[in-house]
């Protein structure tokens, strides 16, 4: 199975949840707002990105992990994907795409525009750090019913 965790820009909400789900960041616990720096991928990725899929890893049951920035389009983007999957011979249900914009902020969101649109990284990577701090218990559950998920024939998608 090929998940994808995918968020407005990619460059928080994604790789944080992408990093707990391959438990690169514990769970267990709130972590410092130092430990988002040693996310791969957290706070780098740019609109240019948005659509490109960014591997992250392999999962304790053998799940590729990806990451992705989609803007407003995770529809256009993901049936995209799925089709090309089906041109291609693949199997799209070898894919779950997992929205993590329910987690977002104003925190997230201010933080994030400074940082990646507006290039004050000074600002707000700070910003999203805290906002993503607050958002880690939602992002947790997002990644519990991922794994609850494995007990069952079909990933929910969502």
Not at 37 to 59: C, E, P, R, W
Request: proline fraction near 4%; aromatic fraction near 10%.
């Amino acid at each position: 199975m090929k998940i994808i965790y995918h968020c407005f820009g990619g460059a928080h909400a994604s790789p944080t949840t992408a990093a707990i789900h391959l438990k690169l960041i514990s769970n267990q616990h709130l972590p410092a707002i130092t430990d988002f720096k040693n996310i791969s991928k957290f706070d780098v990725a740019t609109s240019q990105d948005h659509g490109k899929l960014n591997y992250l890893g392999v999962d304790h049951l053998g799940n590729e992990i990806y990451i992705m920035g989609r803007a407003h389009q995770a529809p256009l983007v993901t049936n995209l994907i799925k089709e090309f999957v089906k041109l291609s011979g693949g199997n799209p249900d070898d894919y779950c795409f997992i929205n993590c914009c329910q987690s977002f902020n104003l925190l997230m969101v201010i933080g994030g525009f400074s940082s990646r649109r507006l290039g004050l990284v000074w600002l707000g990577r700070p910003l999203v750090s805290l906002g993503t701090l607050l958002a880690f218990p939602k992002l947790v559950g997002i990644v519990q019913k991922i794994w609850i998920s494995f007990n069952t024939p079909h990933l929910t998608k969502s």
